[in-house]
């Protein structure tokens, strides 16, 4: 199968996922730019919690074809957690949306409950010699098994920054509205 159609059952698959608007196809100037908007954010306070660490956007940009969505309200994050807490290489905290869960949580002694976060009450804080461990926000790479197809393999699925996320709505000439987000997904050929 030829690359460009392989690109275009891609894309024709990402667009068919619920709550998906737009799609494009990032060149290299994209790429470039998104990488230095990627370290530049890393560096940055999240929520202020710590240094972020976005291992999904990362992932994605190991791969030959990098394809940036837009999504509407209806759009459902793949499970799993978005956000986990790090303090010296351990998990001490992450958001969880499954209402069930969250529900066992509440009734645990050792996990702090605030809204969809949970925080391991038993991991938090750490500290060796004189100074804590910066807690890190690791944004993690998401499967995308919707996209799944011939002639191509390693799919990978990130959340960009917000400078990340406003670069590419600028690229595709869309003006922010509430409720619409982007995503990054990274695939190769076989």
Do not use: H
Not at 41 to 63: I, S, T
């Amino acid at each position: 199968m030829e690359c460009n159609t392989i690109i275009e059952d891609v894309l024709c698959k990402i667009k068919a996922i619920k709550g998906v608007e737009d799609t494009y196809i990032l060149d290299e100037e994209d790429r470039e730019k998104i990488l230095q908007l990627e370290k530049t954010a890393e560096g940055m306070v999240l929520m202020g919690l710590g240094q972020g660490d976005n291992q999904g956007v990362k992932e994605v940009f190991k791969r030959q074809v990098l394809v940036a969505f837009t999504t509407n309200m209806d759009y459902v994050w793949p499970e799993g957690p978005n956000v986990v807490l790090m303090q010296y290489g351990e998990k001490v905290g992450e958001d969880v949306y499954d209402e069930e869960k969250l529900e066992e949580c509440k009734k645990c002694k050792d996990i702090l409950v605030m809204g969809n976060f949970i925080l391991y009450k038993n991991a938090v804080p750490k500290k060796t010699g004189d100074k804590a461990e910066p807690l890190s926000v690791v944004l993690p790479p998401k499967e995308c098994p919707a996209v799944e197809t011939a002639g191509i393999e390693n799919i990978v699925l990130g959340s960009p920054s917000t400078p990340s996320d406003e670069y590419i709505r600028n690229r595709m000439g869309l003006v922010n509205e509430k409720g619409q987000g982007t995503f990054l997904i990274g695939f190769d050929f076989c």
